[in-house]
Nanobody, 123 residues
Framework: QLQLVESGGGLVQPGGSLRLSCAAT????????MAWFRQVPGKEREGVSC???????NYADSVKGRFTISRDNAQNTVYLQMNSLKPEDTAVYYC?????????????????WGKGTLVTVSS
């Protein structure tokens, strides 16, 4: 059974850090591009970062220099290290897999989603 499970969300003060994890079961995630998204109630889901099969990465301008996406193939897990967090980073964060894209990574055409983890940045 295919499954993506996010964890690591929580409450953090501005300027703090969190590391989100996305554990995959039912497939080997290093064979597919993976992406992190976030969504605030009432707003559209936003692509935050993605990583290709070969390790190429992409970041939204709003998180560039603060967030880092990585993958641990032995753990079959993708991570999102978030530093220098701001109140505007508050959102539910989702990971997703693209089973059809062979090169690069993208924020469209995702085939499978996790259920999300809530990140709240507040003093």
């Amino acid at each position: 059974q295919l499954q993506l499970v996010e964890s690591g969300g929580g409450l953090v003060q501005p300027g703090g850090s969190l590391r989100l994890s996305c554990a995959a079961t039912g497939f080997t995630l290093d064979e597919y591009p993976m992406a992190w998204f976030r969504q605030v109630p009432g707003k559209e889901r936003e692509g935050v970062s993605c990583i290709s099969r070969y390790g190429a990465t992409n970041y939204a301008d709003s998180v560039k220099g603060r967030f880092t996406i990585s993958r641990d193939n032995a753990q079959n897990t993708v991570y999102l290290q978030m530093n220098s967090l701001k109140p505007e980073d508050t959102a539910v964060y989702y990971c997703a897999a693209n089973f059809r894209l062979s090169l690069g990574c993208s924020y469209s055409g995702m085939d499978y989603w996790g259920k999300g983890t809530l990140v709240t940045v507040s003093s």
